[in-house]
């Protein structure tokens, strides 16, 4: 059972925008930067939005993060075959000082 | 340019000590804000936070592994050592070390430099 609780999977057409939420508590997402990851499969996951809302040098602006209280989203528009992959939500809990992810989000593209 | 590597047994049996390195270049474990993660992932199953080190050697664990995980580090010969003790089927999985930036807190921090991983099977 992951800290962070995301939808197990999402799916939409070519060209759409989808969202996939992640959860958590004041703990974690509350009261620090979330992070996403997209996997794709029999690969390392590779850093997509970091710092809620920020994107690594190379990652499109169809891709982008928000956070509101304890929840957090990421956003996909545009939608490409090529993003079919899992994503994942990451944080830091301070109560557990430890670091925390979801449960992943299969996102299928129609 | 930023790479990380695990090396490991790819097998190990029940009961066993695991013990992963993670060779890195590209940035230094001795730079404030520079740290080094654990995570691991079974198969078809999702991502699990193991542990981190920082530049500070301040060590962090997941609370529900911390009995049995041991991270240290080697700065001069830009490695990171996990071990875990006591091994068991159920942590078969798929062994990655990260590159974590904190930018102050450790709430700031974020995975952003990741090696290929390493499958590791326990079996008898």
């Known amino acids: 059972q992951s800290v962070l609780t995301q939808p197990p999977s999402v799916s939409a057409a070519p060209g759409q925008k989808v969202t996939i939420s992640c959860s958590g508590s004041?703990?974690?997402?509350?009261?620090?930067?979330v992070s996403w990851y997209q996997q794709f499969p029999g690969t390392a996951p590779k850093l997509l939005i970091y710092d809620n809302n920020k994107r690594p040098s190379g990652i499109p602006d169809r891709f982008s993060g928000s956070k509101s209280g304890t929840s957090a989203t990421l956003g996909i528009t545009g939608l490409q075959t090529g993003d079919e992959a899992d994503y994942y939500c990451?944080?830091?809990?301070?109560?557990?000082?430890?670091?925390?992810f979801g449960g992943g989000t299969k996102l299928t593209v129609l | 340019q930023v790479t990380l590597r695990e090396s490991g047994p790819a097998l190990v049996k029940p009961t066993q000590t695991l013990t992963l390195t993670c060779t890195f270049s590209?940035?230094?474990?001795?730079?404030?804000?520079?740290?080094v993660s654990w995570i691991r992932q079974p198969p078809g199953k999702a991502l699990e936070w193991l542990a981190l080190i920082d530049w500070d050697d301040d060590k962090y664990y997941s609370t529900s592994l911390k009995t049995r995980l041991t991270i240290s580090k080697d700065t001069s010969k830009n490695q990171v050592v996990l071990t875990m003790t006591n091994m068991d089927p159920v942590d078969t999985a798929t062994y990655y070390c990260?590159?974590?930036?904190?930018?102050?807190?450790?709430?700031?921090?974020?995975?952003?430099?990741w090696g290929q991983g390493t499958l590791v099977t326990v079996s008898s």
């Open positions: 990451g944080t830091w809990d301070s109560s557990l000082s430890a670091g925390v």
């Open positions: 990260a590159r974590t930036m904190v930018q102050g807190p450790m709430g700031t921090g974020y995975f952003d430099y």
């Open positions: 004041s703990s974690n997402i509350g009261n620090n930067y």
């Open positions: 590209g940035f230094s474990l001795s730079t404030s804000g520079m740290c």
